[in-house]
């Protein structure tokens, strides 16, 4: 199977069991007349943020022949300077409107995605190369 293919899959199959968990939600509302369970904001905002540093890192890090171990430390890393940054500053990040939030969410994201990548390379040694 190709890698793409593959890749494919994993996204269809995620996507698909956040489906089934959301409308799971919805009939369990509906049936027992309640609200929908719904994070809050700050909750929302920090699980994204660092699902999506934590993709881009993982890409990042494949693309440049890391190790499983590597990856794994900078996935670690990478989520935990997120949620650091994020508890620093939760009620300012709480109540800044959505536009403000995506767009300082983007230029943080790539300073911690820069500072992970760079820094995990510095810290855990080389990367095997094909040609070695």
Known sequence: MKPSTRDNLIYLAVGQGLVALIVAD????ETHHTK???PSRFAFRAVTTSALLTYFVLKQMRAEKATVT??????????LLQLGI???FREVIDQLPGMSYSALALVEMFFAWLL???GTSYLLGPRKRNSE
């Open 116 to 118: 992970t990548v760079r």
């Open 86 to 88: 994020m508890l620093r």
């Open 36 to 38: 929908m369970w719904m």
């Open 26 to 29: 919805l009939i369990y509302s």
């Open 70 to 79: 590597q990856m794994l430390a900078a996935a670690v890393f990478a989520v």
